[in-house]
């Protein structure tokens, strides 16, 4: 692995996770990546102006995940950086819709499971 990508053996990360979201991973790729590194305040407003649905859903996330820290660690939701978060492809489920002269089309309605990880902001 690249040097980078170690981290120090006493960093607390904080995990929440949601699985089975009813949002395709790529849709929920573009939000995610515009919140990746800040401070949970930055999140919080991104999240609560942003016009995509899947906004709600990683928010959900976000907020177990403070809470978490509050509840599990000791350590102040309020005061967290959003250090890590993967949204994962989760199962298909596939349908067929009627079209014309008999024949049938796929339709895939993706599904998408959301990692989200917080770190003390002191650690970062």
Not at 32 to 52: E, K, M, N, W, Y
Request: charged share 30%; net charge positive.
């Amino acid at each position: 692995m690249a040097a980078a990508s170690q981290k120090s053996a006493d960093e607390v990360l904080v995990r929440a996770t949601a699985r089975y979201i009813r949002i395709s991973p790529r849709k929920a790729r573009l939000v995610a990546d515009q919140i990746r590194g800040r401070h949970i305040d930055d999140v919080r407003s991104l999240l609560a102006f942003s016009p995509r649905s899947v906004a709600t859903e990683i928010s959900k996330v976000v907020e177990s995940a403070a809470a978490n820290a509050e509840a599990n660690h000791d350590l102040i939701g309020d005061e967290m950086i959003l250090r890590e978060i993967r949204v994962d492809e989760g199962p298909t489920i596939k349908r067929f819709r009627p079209r014309a002269m008999g024949r049938a089309t796929p339709i895939n309605k993706r599904t998408c499971h959301i990692s989200v990880a917080l770190a003390p902001e002191e650690e970062v």
